[in-house]
């Protein structure tokens, strides 16, 4: 089985062995898939409530380009694709962080005295 690690005060994710995972794909891939989704479900677990719903969405977009690419690394190549669009593409994490070195300008505001000194 692979490398799993419950010791969350130095890591939050369990510590995988690459070579471990490989030989439980090509000896028993049912097994495989059951753990990698524990482990899937796991890490969204662990994230706050409000941030869950996304991440398993996320997730469900993820398993539809696995499942419906002809290789895996087809499917490699469009999730990475997919991730660099979530980082510089339109509204990406560059585009938010950009916007944030940027402060944007206030509209000056109109200042009335309520009570007028009197001259």
């Given at each position: ?50 941030r869950q719903q996304r991440l398993r969405c996320l997730q469900w977009k993820i398993d539809q380009i696995r499942d ?52």
């Open positions: 089985m692979p490398a799993h690690n419950n010791n969350t005060a130095t890591c939050s994710f369990p510590k995988i062995d690459f070579d471990e995972w490989v030989s439980l794909a090509r000896s028993d891939p049912e097994k495989f898939e059951v753990r990698r989704r524990e482990i899937i479900e796991s890490a969204i677990a662990n994230n706050p409530p409000e419906r690419s002809p290789t895996p690394i087809s499917a490699a190549v469009k999730i990475s694709n997919m991730m660099w669009d979530s980082l510089t593409g339109p509204g990406g994490l560059k585009d938010s962080l950009s916007q944030v070195q940027q402060p944007t300008r206030l509209p000056q505001a109109t200042v009335f005295e309520l009570y007028p000194s009197k001259k």
